[in-house]
Nanobody
């Protein structure tokens, strides 16, 4: 059974940085296109970033473009979301998601397109 485990959340001041990690277990990591989503208090879950199976292509929400970097280490079955220049509006629970992509080589930005989800990790940006 596929399991996703996020880590790296916490409290950071505006302008600071954090790196989130998400490890996949229970299947072959390279089968999966990966994504990050977030849910802020009182808001719906929204797309943050996505990466293809081989890491060759990424996609970002406009709100994080240029500040966040999504990468993957297929040898470690892990993806990383490097977040910089954080703003209070980045405060949310961040969720890692995986889609069994078969032979597809594209990113996905809709949450219904993902098959597995982690429990989430809290990121709070506040002074």
């Amino acid at each position: 059974q596929v399991q996703l485990r996020e880590s790296g959340g916490g409290l950071v001041q505006p302008g600071g940085s954090l790196r989130l990690s998400c490890a996949l277990s229970g299947s072959i990591f390279t089968y999966y296109t990966m994504g990050w989503f977030r849910r802020a208090p009182g808001k719906e879950r929204e797309f943050v970033a996505a990466i293809t199976r081989n890491g060759g292509s990424t996609a970002y929400a406009d709100s994080v473009k240029g500040r966040f970097t999504f990468s993957r280490d297929n040898a470690k079955n892990t993806v990383y979301l490097q977040m910089s220049s954080l703003k209070p509006e980045d405060t949310a629970v961040y969720y890692c998601a995986a889609r069994n992509a078969g032979y597809e080589r594209r990113t996905y930005t809709a949450d219904y397109e993902y098959h597995y989800w982690g429990q989430g990790t809290q990121v709070t940006v506040s002074s």
